[in-house]
């Protein structure tokens, strides 16, 4: 039967037999049953439930043979019933001091098994105790079988175990750092790997390590695994080492460790990508792309972009896409051009399955980094005439809303259009481009050479007989746009694109058909139908596209864990924004263009809407004059407080209760229905960690664990950029069961514009949903924006208010100036309203270094050098909105 079974046949006899074969006293007998049982039987099989008291029997009996014989047959089949009968005895066994390792290593995997089924079988109360025992175990073999069982265990509940961590970073300090194994369990001299990599993973799934000593400990220990890993020419030595150094740098980004210890990663990684052996290559570059998600090593990772470069051109189609996906991660103002230069480069010779991705990282790039959207338009023609077929619709699309909401930018686009279409051979979405921009705009090159309407016109009708019928109904667009637009009229023009007209009339095509008779019919009615076919208005700003199809594209290559799950978003309307109109009765504000080039302004002009008190004048950055007001223990407080949040009018402000800087009532205070009490409640559900500790940091980076309690996270992870951000929310479901009833309610001040997308009625169990978050900022202010979120789960409906980080420093950008420039500036600030002193006292002193690094994490620039006490600090730095432009920001401190 089972050699029948073997060779793929179904076998639907003899099941009873084989059933009745598990009851025999003799050991070849029981055996011959429990291995066909297991190989053709489910846990859904009605005869299973005839051998439950059987295997019961031998789980419990003393012969450690058939015990082994029936934890496996469990441990194959699993099942509710299985897993309700027997999991108690299972673990009796597993806990049992007088069974041999072979029997408790088969125990905890069975126990895993049964736990997968069905969580229940484990009762957390009673469990946490005995984790912590079996975790003192000596044998290897029974320590990493439980090991598999924990990491089971915490990915459910973590809570419930973190008696367990300290006990995880004594393991792994025993086999990494002092390395008390056996030999029969060191491999290739790396001592018990698997164990390693498993104890790694457990520790992924506590959200942080309060102990200071435990983690000064796992810190140690990870510093000694990645010291000690290196490239050898053992394969299989090498597979293990990786393993466990992979693992570790999950951990330490897990961790948030130090930023000297991610550089060390860092380099690591640049090693790796060095080498030849492309699976080393392959594996340096994926973590290296996991590492992003790290706030402040990007500069780190920026050091070895000549290497990556080098990847993307690797003949293995692999390590080409890790380094491509590398590449568009780290991208950022600073190298776009040499990126995108690069990318445009590789598109020649890129393979045929890569091109679209390639083509659409390119325009992405192109468009949220762009330095002047010239330069955008350049990057676009090109991907358009390199990839050809390969372009998606969405990326010429784009384009042309850049240059249709733009009017410094028509006569250039027109212009590079024209070059572009008057190649020999020219693809047929540069047609439609070109196409499209030159009958909307050819009339502003009229008086250039070479750019009549006629001659524009030639130039567009010599592709027609080339393209599909597609693509004709905008060329006839085109030529209607440049009949319009030439004024006198032209007789021979006329009558050309009259003929042309009158041909399509009676096409078979009905799109082709209905333009050309209402065409004609418009062109012959002369300039009283002017307005019908001026220049298209321009777009209503939205969320690009191309960003939001490369987000519904992207898939997580890491494991995943309790912090890094993914999932697809699904359509809902629950997510809504509350009624953006000023409580002034202003206008509400315009949503701008993500391109929007925006210059600095002379100082002199410079107008700052700041109340202020006490004000001094001083050259070279030396402040003179004592504020007697007390200072913050809270380097964030002077920023993000007194604040306010606006609203419409009609309703009351509540604010705070607890001690949180930055929420006090202030002067600034008023009514609003969007004023919320934030992290106030009754629920019953209490956060894991603190609300406001979490916010704070966030301040400061871009990425990380704004709420988490026992079944969601929410992390954010953001770009900015000038007066405009992009923040997206990470909504994780915890547990297995899904999360109902969810809705989020976005509350703006006036001075912020924020645009969302959707977030799904139900998050799934284990899964995770991104929400987009569109962020202007329309004018300086301090109030800041809250997120009313609320779920039910089970009979749990949880309800909270979340500041959100959209903060003033978050709109800064570093500006680097020569001292002869800084002093001139700071001469021309004359006193109140446009300077600013406070002389702090009472806090404890900080050294240049670590002030230099606060002022750094705020978006401010140190320029070393320029004040010639050694004590001073001088800094600048930019400071955006949509309102006021650019505002340069000069910054003097003395200690």
Request: include cysteine; charge should be negative.
């Given at each position: 039967m089972l050699y029948i079974y073997m060779l793929g046949y179904d076998v639907d006899f003899g099941h009873m037999e084989a059933v009745s074969l598990i009851s025999a006293p003799k050991y070849p007998e029981k055996q011959v049953g429990y291995i066909v049982t297991s190989s053709l039987l489910n846990e859904n099989h009605d005869f299973l439930r005839l051998a439950i008291n059987t295997v019961r029997n031998d789980i419990?009996?003393?012969?450690?043979t058939f015990q082994c014989l029936a934890?496996?047959?469990v441990g194959n089949i699993g099942g509710r019933e299985f897993a309700e009968s027997l999991a108690p005895d299972v673990q009796k066994l597993l806990l049992s001091s007088s069974c041999r390792p072979l029997v408790r290593k088969k125990a905890a995997l069975c126990l895993l098994r049964l736990f997968r089924k069905n969580p229940d079988v484990v009762n957390v109360d009673g469990w946490a105790d005995r984790m912590t025992q079996l975790l003192d175990e000596r044998d290897l073999g029974v320590l990493t079988?439980?090991?598999?069982?924990?990491?089971?265990?915490?990915?459910?509940?973590?809570e419930a175990y973190w008696t367990c961590l300290p006990k995880c970073v004594k393991i792994l300090e025993r086999l990494a750092r002092n390395q008390d194994v056996p030999q029969e369990y060191t491999y290739y001299g790396i001592p018990s790997p698997w164990l390693q990599v498993k104890t790694m993973r457990?520790?992924?799934?506590?959200?942080?390590?309060?102990?200071?000593?435990?983690?000064?400990?796992?810190?140690?220990?990870?510093?000694w695994i990645l010291m000690g890993t290196d490239v050898v020419k053992n394969v299989n030595k090498n597979n293990a080492s990786h393993a466990v150094l992979f693992e570790a740098l999950a951990l330490v980004m897990h961790l948030d460790a130090e930023k000297e210890m991610m550089s060390q990663c860092v380099a690591l990684l640049g090693k790796f990508i060095a080498v030849r052996e492309p699976n080393i290559r392959y594996l340096g570059l994926e973590n290296m792309t996991r590492m992003l998600i790290v706030a402040d090593v990007q500069e780190s990772i920026k050091r070895h972009q000549a290497q990556i470069i080098t990847s993307l051109k690797d003949p293995d189609i692999s390590i080409c896409r890790r380094a491509l996906d590398l590449l568009y991660g780290m991208c950022d103002i600073t190298n776009a051009k040499d990126i995108v230069e690069e990318l445009l480069q590789y598109l020649n010779s890129a393979d045929f399955t890569m091109r679209e991705e390639l083509s659409l990282k390119a325009a992405i790039l192109a468009e949220k980094f762009a330095p002047d959207l010239s330069w955008y338009v350049d990057v676009i023609l090109q991907l358009i005439e390199k990839a050809g077929d390969f372009i998606s619709d969405d990326i010429w699309f784009r384009v042309v809303q850049f240059v249709t909401n733009n009017d410094d930018l028509q006569p250039y686009a027109a212009a590079k259009a024209k070059e572009y279409l008057d190649k020999p051979a020219v693809d047929e979405k540069m047609v439609k481009v070109c196409a499209y921009i030159l009958g909307e705009y050819s009339h502003l090159l009229a008086r250039r050479p070479g750019c009549s309407p006629k001659e524009i016109f030639s130039i567009i009708h010599e592709k027609l007989p080339s393209v599909s019928t597609t693509t004709i109904p905008l060329l006839l667009s085109a030529y209607a746009k440049i009949l319009m637009h030439t004024q006198p009229p032209d007789q021979v023009l006329q009558n050309q694109i009259w003929t042309i007209f009158t041909k399509y009339e009676s096409c078979i095509d009905a799109e082709i058909q209905q333009r050309a008779v209402e065409y004609l019919a418009l062109s012959r009615k002369g300039a009283a139908v002017m307005d019908i076919l001026a220049e298209m208005p321009k777009f209503p700003e939205r969320q690009s596209s191309l960003i939001k199809k490369a987000e519904d594209a992207e898939a997580d290559t890491a494991e995943q864990s309790a912090l890094k799950l993914r999932a697809q978003q699904q359509p809902s309307n629950a997510l809504v924004v509350a009624d953006q109109h000023p409580s002034n009765g202003e206008p509400?504000?315009?949503?701008?263009?993500?391109l929007s080039v925006v210059k600095a302004p002379n100082m002199n002009n410079t107008e700052d809407h700041y109340s202020t008190e006490q004000v001094l004048s001083q050259e070279n950055g030396n402040l003179s004059q004592v504020d007697q007001q007390p200072p913050s223990a809270d380097p964030l407080s002077d920023l993000l407080g007194p604040l306010a949040i606006e609203g419409p009018p009609g309703a009351t402000v509540q604010y705070e209760n607890s001690a949180v800087s930055g929420l006090e009532s202030g002067p600034d205070v008023v009514d609003g229905s969007a004023i919320v009490p934030v992290e106030v409640g009754t629920n019953t559900i209490q956060p894991i960690g603190n609300i406001a500790v979490r916010f704070h940091a966030l301040c400061l980076k871009d990425s990380g664990v704004l709420y988490e309690d026992p079944y969601i996270q929410i992390g954010i992870k953001a770009e900015w950029r000038a007066h405009q951000g992009r923040l997206v929310l990470f909504l994780g479901n915890k547990n297995t069961s899904p999360l109902v009833s969810v809705q989020a309610l976005i509350l703006p001040p006036a001075h912020l514009k924020m645009e969302v997308s959707l977030v799904p009625d139900t998050i799934p169990p284990r899964a995770q949903v991104q929400c987009p978050l569109e962020v202007v900022n329309l004018r300086p202010s301090r109030d800041v924006a809250v997120l009313d979120f609320s779920y039910k789960f089970g009979t749990h409906m949880v309800n909270i208010k979340l500041r959100l980080p959209a903060v003033l420093n978050k709109f800064l950008q570093p500006l680097p100036v020569s001292a002869e420039e800084f002093f001139r500036q700071w001469r021309l600030l004359s006193g109140p309203p446009l300077k600013l002193q406070e002389v702090v006292r009472g806090v404890r002193p900080m050294a240049l270094p670590e002030?230099?690094?606060?002022?750094?994490?705020y978006r401010i620039a140190i320029s070393p050098?320029?004040?010639?006490?050694?004590?001073?600090?001088?800094?600048?730095?930019t400071f955006y909105s949509e309102n006021t432009?650019?505002?340069v920001c000069l910054v003097g401190n003395m200690f």
């Open positions: 419990v009996g003393r012969n450690e934890l496996t047959l079988s439980s090991m598999c069982l924990l990491v089971a265990l915490v990915s459910n509940n973590h457990a520790l992924q799934y506590f959200p942080t390590i309060e102990d200071p000593n435990t983690r000064r400990t796992l810190f140690e220990v990870l510093q509400p504000p315009v949503f701008v263009g993500q002030m230099a690094n606060l002022l750094h994490s050098g320029l004040d010639p006490n050694p004590n001073n600090l001088v800094a600048s730095t432009r650019a505002i």
